[in-house]
Protein backbone atom coordinates (compact mmCIF):
# COMPACT_ATOMS: atom_id res chain seq x y z
CA UNK A 1 0.00 0.00 0.00
CA UNK A 2 2.87 2.47 1.07
CA UNK A 3 4.71 2.27 -2.29
CA UNK A 4 0.98 2.52 -4.83
CA UNK A 5 0.58 5.78 -2.60
CA UNK A 6 4.27 6.94 -3.06
CA UNK A 7 3.40 6.89 -6.93
CA UNK A 8 0.38 9.32 -5.76
CA UNK A 9 1.29 13.36 -5.55
CA UNK A 10 1.61 14.82 -2.64
CA UNK A 11 -1.83 16.83 -3.04
CA UNK A 12 -3.46 13.60 -3.90
CA UNK A 13 -2.37 12.04 -0.54
CA UNK A 14 -3.07 14.83 1.50
CA UNK A 15 -6.56 14.55 -0.10
CA UNK A 16 -6.74 10.60 0.93
CA UNK A 17 -5.28 11.61 4.59
CA UNK A 18 -7.91 14.56 4.82
CA UNK A 19 -10.70 11.69 5.55
CA UNK A 20 -8.72 10.24 8.25
CA UNK A 21 -7.62 12.18 11.52
CA UNK A 22 -4.97 13.93 12.89
CA UNK A 23 -4.09 11.06 14.97
CA UNK A 24 -4.00 9.20 11.59
CA UNK A 25 -1.86 11.74 9.98
CA UNK A 26 0.43 11.76 12.67
CA UNK A 27 1.08 7.87 11.83
CA UNK A 28 1.29 8.18 8.65
CA UNK A 29 4.33 10.82 8.64
CA UNK A 30 6.08 8.10 10.59
CA UNK A 31 5.31 4.97 8.44
CA UNK A 32 7.25 6.83 5.37
CA UNK A 33 9.64 9.52 5.15
CA UNK A 34 8.72 9.63 1.22
CA UNK A 35 5.39 10.33 2.41
CA UNK A 36 5.86 12.72 5.37
CA UNK A 37 5.71 16.06 3.27
CA UNK A 38 1.97 15.27 2.17
CA UNK A 39 1.04 13.96 5.78
CA UNK A 40 2.71 17.64 7.10
CA UNK A 41 1.25 19.76 4.25
CA UNK A 42 -0.97 22.55 4.78
CA UNK A 43 -3.39 21.51 2.85
CA UNK A 44 -4.00 18.33 4.85
CA UNK A 45 -4.06 20.23 8.05
CA UNK A 46 -6.62 23.04 7.12
CA UNK A 47 -8.76 19.61 6.41
CA UNK A 48 -8.82 18.98 10.20
CA UNK A 49 -9.93 22.71 11.33
CA UNK A 50 -13.19 23.38 12.17
CA UNK A 51 -15.20 25.90 9.61
CA UNK A 52 -14.97 28.98 11.76
CA UNK A 53 -11.36 28.79 12.56
CA UNK A 54 -10.90 32.35 11.30
CA UNK A 55 -13.39 33.68 13.90
CA UNK A 56 -12.47 32.10 16.47
CA UNK A 57 -9.10 33.08 16.19
CA UNK A 58 -10.44 36.55 16.14
CA UNK A 59 -11.85 36.33 19.52
CA UNK A 60 -8.09 35.04 21.13
CA UNK A 61 -6.40 37.16 23.93
CA UNK A 62 -3.19 37.06 22.60
CA UNK A 63 -3.85 36.47 18.53
CA UNK A 64 -0.58 37.39 17.72
CA UNK A 65 1.34 34.66 19.16
CA UNK A 66 -0.24 32.27 16.55
CA UNK A 67 1.19 34.47 13.37
CA UNK A 68 3.12 33.00 10.63
CA UNK A 69 2.47 29.24 11.68
CA UNK A 70 2.13 26.12 10.27
CA UNK A 71 -1.55 24.53 10.04
CA UNK A 72 0.13 21.59 11.93
CA UNK A 73 2.24 24.00 14.02
CA UNK A 74 -1.28 25.79 14.95
CA UNK A 75 -3.29 22.57 14.88
CA UNK A 76 -0.76 21.22 17.78
CA UNK A 77 -0.95 24.75 19.62
CA UNK A 78 -4.99 24.75 19.44
CA UNK A 79 -4.49 21.48 21.87
CA UNK A 80 -3.91 23.78 24.38
CA UNK A 81 -6.43 25.97 26.12
CA UNK A 82 -6.65 29.36 24.29
CA UNK A 83 -8.58 32.26 25.87
CA UNK A 84 -11.21 34.12 23.63
CA UNK A 85 -13.26 37.31 24.65
CA UNK A 86 -11.44 39.04 26.85
CA UNK A 87 -10.32 35.85 28.71
CA UNK A 88 -13.75 34.92 29.59
CA UNK A 89 -13.77 31.61 27.96
CA UNK A 90 -11.04 28.94 26.52
CA UNK A 91 -11.37 27.07 23.64
CA UNK A 92 -9.24 24.13 21.96
CA UNK A 93 -9.16 21.16 19.62
CA UNK A 94 -9.46 17.36 20.51
CA UNK A 95 -5.75 16.20 19.35
CA UNK A 96 -7.10 13.01 17.94
CA UNK A 97 -9.82 14.35 16.30
CA UNK A 98 -10.18 17.61 15.73
CA UNK A 99 -13.24 18.27 17.61
CA UNK A 100 -13.96 21.72 19.58
CA UNK A 101 -14.46 22.42 23.28
CA UNK A 102 -15.16 24.64 24.67
CA UNK A 103 -15.01 26.19 28.80
CA UNK A 104 -17.08 28.82 30.47
CA UNK A 105 -15.00 30.50 32.67
CA UNK A 106 -17.02 30.92 36.31
CA UNK A 107 -17.74 34.65 35.30
CA UNK A 108 -19.59 33.03 32.02
CA UNK A 109 -21.87 31.02 34.53
CA UNK A 110 -24.95 32.15 36.47
CA UNK A 111 -24.14 31.43 40.28
CA UNK A 112 -26.76 32.20 42.77
CA UNK A 113 -25.93 35.15 45.11
CA UNK A 114 -22.48 35.40 43.12
CA UNK A 115 -22.61 39.24 43.42
CA UNK A 116 -23.34 39.33 47.02
CA UNK A 117 -19.40 39.52 48.55
CA UNK A 118 -21.03 37.97 52.17
CA UNK A 119 -21.94 34.48 49.86
CA UNK A 120 -19.24 34.53 47.47
CA UNK A 121 -15.75 35.90 46.44
CA UNK A 122 -13.89 36.66 43.14
CA UNK A 123 -10.69 36.02 43.43
CA UNK A 124 -7.16 35.10 41.20
CA UNK A 125 -5.77 31.92 41.62
CA UNK A 126 -2.16 31.27 39.78
CA UNK A 127 -3.32 27.53 38.75
CA UNK A 128 -6.75 28.69 37.13
CA UNK A 129 -6.78 29.69 33.16
CA UNK A 130 -9.07 32.64 33.99
CA UNK A 131 -8.18 35.79 35.94
CA UNK A 132 -10.23 34.90 38.31
CA UNK A 133 -12.36 31.76 40.41
CA UNK A 134 -15.35 32.16 42.82
CA UNK A 135 -15.44 30.59 46.07
CA UNK A 136 -18.18 29.88 48.10
CA UNK A 137 -18.20 31.75 51.57
CA UNK A 138 -21.06 30.15 52.95
CA UNK A 139 -24.50 29.44 51.25
CA UNK A 140 -27.73 26.96 52.29
CA UNK A 141 -29.03 27.60 48.66
CA UNK A 142 -26.30 26.70 46.46
CA UNK A 143 -27.30 26.93 42.33
CA UNK A 144 -24.64 27.11 39.39
CA UNK A 145 -25.59 27.02 35.75
CA UNK A 146 -24.21 27.74 32.39
CA UNK A 147 -25.55 27.73 28.44
CA UNK A 148 -23.87 27.46 25.34
CA UNK A 149 -24.65 27.02 21.60
CA UNK A 150 -24.95 23.91 19.97
CA UNK A 151 -23.96 25.50 16.38
CA UNK A 152 -20.67 26.62 17.76
CA UNK A 153 -19.52 22.89 18.80
CA UNK A 154 -18.50 20.13 16.44
CA UNK A 155 -21.91 18.58 14.64
CA UNK A 156 -23.28 14.84 15.27
CA UNK A 157 -20.74 14.53 18.65
CA UNK A 158 -21.43 13.54 22.21
CA UNK A 159 -20.30 15.65 24.62
CA UNK A 160 -20.07 16.04 28.49
CA UNK A 161 -20.68 19.12 30.52
CA UNK A 162 -17.98 18.91 32.72
CA UNK A 163 -17.75 21.68 36.58
CA UNK A 164 -14.43 21.99 36.97
CA UNK A 165 -14.01 22.81 40.96
CA UNK A 166 -11.80 22.49 43.79
CA UNK A 167 -12.62 22.37 47.62
CA UNK A 168 -10.79 24.91 50.08
CA UNK A 169 -8.94 23.25 53.17
CA UNK A 170 -11.97 25.49 54.48
CA UNK A 171 -14.38 23.54 53.34
CA UNK A 172 -17.64 22.62 55.71
CA UNK A 173 -20.91 21.22 54.80
CA UNK A 174 -20.23 19.76 51.65
CA UNK A 175 -19.57 16.20 52.32
CA UNK A 176 -22.49 13.83 52.58
CA UNK A 177 -24.96 15.49 50.48
CA UNK A 178 -25.58 15.09 46.90
CA UNK A 179 -26.51 17.70 44.51
CA UNK A 180 -29.03 17.63 41.40
CA UNK A 181 -27.25 18.01 38.15
CA UNK A 182 -28.57 17.82 35.09
CA UNK A 183 -28.06 18.93 31.48
CA UNK A 184 -30.81 19.77 29.33
CA UNK A 185 -31.01 20.13 25.33
CA UNK A 186 -34.48 21.13 23.90
CA UNK A 187 -36.92 18.78 24.83
CA UNK A 188 -34.21 16.52 25.98
CA UNK A 189 -33.09 16.30 29.39
CA UNK A 190 -30.36 13.93 31.71
CA UNK A 191 -29.99 14.32 35.18
CA UNK A 192 -28.68 12.96 38.06
CA UNK A 193 -26.48 13.34 41.87
CA UNK A 194 -23.09 14.03 42.54
CA UNK A 195 -21.14 14.56 45.34
CA UNK A 196 -18.91 17.96 45.12
CA UNK A 197 -16.44 15.98 47.58
CA UNK A 198 -15.26 12.31 48.78
CA UNK A 199 -16.45 11.19 52.30
CA UNK A 200 -13.38 9.87 54.54
CA UNK A 201 -13.71 6.23 55.37
CA UNK A 202 -15.30 6.72 58.83
CA UNK A 203 -18.48 8.60 57.66
CA UNK A 204 -18.76 6.22 54.32
CA UNK A 205 -19.23 3.44 56.88
CA UNK A 206 -22.10 4.91 58.28
CA UNK A 207 -24.39 4.77 54.67
CA UNK A 208 -25.64 2.23 53.17
CA UNK A 209 -23.41 1.67 50.08
CA UNK A 210 -26.86 1.58 47.97
CA UNK A 211 -27.39 4.69 48.71
CA UNK A 212 -24.62 6.22 47.23
CA UNK A 213 -24.58 3.89 44.38
CA UNK A 214 -24.90 5.71 40.89
CA UNK A 215 -23.99 9.27 42.72
CA UNK A 216 -21.08 10.73 40.55
CA UNK A 217 -18.06 11.48 42.50
CA UNK A 218 -14.90 14.31 41.20
CA UNK A 219 -12.09 12.92 39.79
CA UNK A 220 -8.81 14.41 39.31
CA UNK A 221 -7.95 16.13 36.17
CA UNK A 222 -4.34 16.26 34.39
CA UNK A 223 -4.41 20.40 35.72
CA UNK A 224 -4.69 19.23 39.33
CA UNK A 225 -8.15 20.55 39.29
CA UNK A 226 -11.26 18.07 40.17
CA UNK A 227 -14.44 17.68 37.72
CA UNK A 228 -17.62 16.25 38.04
CA UNK A 229 -19.68 15.38 35.04
CA UNK A 230 -22.61 16.97 34.65
CA UNK A 231 -23.87 15.28 32.03
CA UNK A 232 -23.87 14.29 28.41
CA UNK A 233 -25.79 15.57 25.03
CA UNK A 234 -25.77 15.05 21.28
CA UNK A 235 -24.84 18.22 19.51
CA UNK A 236 -26.34 17.16 16.12
CA UNK A 237 -26.61 19.51 13.28
CA UNK A 238 -29.37 22.31 14.16
CA UNK A 239 -29.02 25.42 16.39
CA UNK A 240 -30.05 24.26 20.21
CA UNK A 241 -29.34 25.89 23.52
CA UNK A 242 -27.54 23.40 25.83
CA UNK A 243 -28.58 24.34 29.81
CA UNK A 244 -26.19 22.90 32.25
CA UNK A 245 -27.06 23.09 35.87
CA UNK A 246 -25.89 21.81 39.40
CA UNK A 247 -27.93 22.67 42.52
CA UNK A 248 -28.46 21.49 46.26
CA UNK A 249 -31.02 23.19 47.85
CA UNK A 250 -31.34 21.33 51.34
CA UNK A 251 -30.68 24.47 53.39
CA UNK A 252 -27.28 23.16 55.38
CA UNK A 253 -24.61 26.13 55.54
CA UNK A 254 -21.83 25.10 53.29
CA UNK A 255 -19.01 26.76 52.13
CA UNK A 256 -15.23 26.03 50.60
CA UNK A 257 -16.43 25.51 47.14
CA UNK A 258 -13.90 26.91 44.30
CA UNK A 259 -15.43 27.41 40.68
CA UNK A 260 -13.05 27.86 37.68
CA UNK A 261 -15.87 27.16 35.10
CA UNK A 262 -17.80 24.22 33.41
CA UNK A 263 -16.20 22.79 30.34
CA UNK A 264 -17.68 21.07 27.30
CA UNK A 265 -15.51 18.56 25.60
CA UNK A 266 -16.53 15.65 23.16
CA UNK A 267 -16.69 12.09 25.12
CA UNK A 268 -14.75 9.68 24.23
CA UNK A 269 -15.60 5.76 24.00
CA UNK A 270 -13.45 2.49 24.37
CA UNK A 271 -13.53 0.42 20.85
Not at 99 to 112: C, F, N, P
Not at 134 to 140: G, K, N, Q, Y
Not at 207 to 219: F, K, L, N, T
Amino acid sequence: MNESMERLSEDCVSKILSYTSPLDACRFSMVSSSLRSAADSDLLWLSFFPSDHTHILSRALNPLTLVNSSYKHLFRSLCHPLLLDSGNISFKLDKSSGKKSYTLSARQLSITWSHDPLYWSWRPVPESRFKEVAELRTVSWLEIGGKIETKILSAKTVYGAYLIMKISPREYGLDGVACEVSVEVGKKVKSGRVFLCRKDEKKKKKHDDDDDEGIGVPMEREDGWMEIEMGEFWSGEGEEEVMMSLMEVGYKLKGGLIIQGIEVRPKHFSS
